[in-house]
């Protein structure tokens, strides 16, 4: 097994779900510990993949843009929010990106790109129907990144 010695970027995905706020902050301290900066990632699912289910009243690229819009708004509110505790941990930098596509794939994508690259992600996010229509996450993540995967449990993880 290859050992990590060093890592530059930790890139965290996260869903604004009330776990979210632990897994960001696990994020945080591996990333303090690399002294490495933390890019937090939240997908915007493309609607197509809702279109069987619902139909909004509004055009498909106005929604799209919507959800985009208001991922960006909460993504900064999250960013602010986790700044101080990251810093106290030694990260250099925060920030936050929104991207649209399939969730899996998009992260994946983005950390492949990135050099040095670790992805820390939580293994519960989506609950319920949202989980059995799309599956898990971090299981695609896990089989196709060509980074190293973290996964944390936030039902167990110290700093609750």
């Known amino acids: 097994m290859k050992r990590i010695e060093k890592v530059g970027i930790v890139v965290t995905p ?3 779900s009330d776990n979210s706020k632990l ?3 696990s994020a945080a301290f ?5 002294q490495a900066d933390l890019i937090l990632l939240f997908v915007v699912q493309k609607f197509e993949d809702y279109s069987g289910f619902f139909v909004p009243h509004m055009s498909i690229p ?8 208001q991922a960006e708004d909460k ?5 602010q929010e986790l700044e101080a505790f990251a810093g106290e941990q030694g990260v250099k930098e925060v920030q936050g990106k929104v991207l649209v596509g399939d969730v899996a794939e998009q992260i994946v994508d983005f950390a492949s790109e990135q050099d040095d690259g670790l992805i820390a992600m939580g293994t519960h996010g989506y609950k319920g129907l949202e989980k059995i229509m799309f ?3 971090a299981d695609k993540v896990v089989k196709s ?12 993880c110290c700093n609750k």
């Open 14 to 16: 996260v869903d604004f």
């Open 145 to 156: 990144a060509s980074c190293p995967v973290l996964t944390i449990n936030p039902y167990t």
């Open 23 to 25: 897994i960001a902050e």
């Open 30 to 34: 591996m990333a303090g510990r690399f």
């Open 62 to 69: 106005d929604f799209e843009q919507d959800l985009f819009s």
């Open 135 to 137: 599956g898990s996450v």
């Open 75 to 79: 993504m900064l509110a999250f960013c």
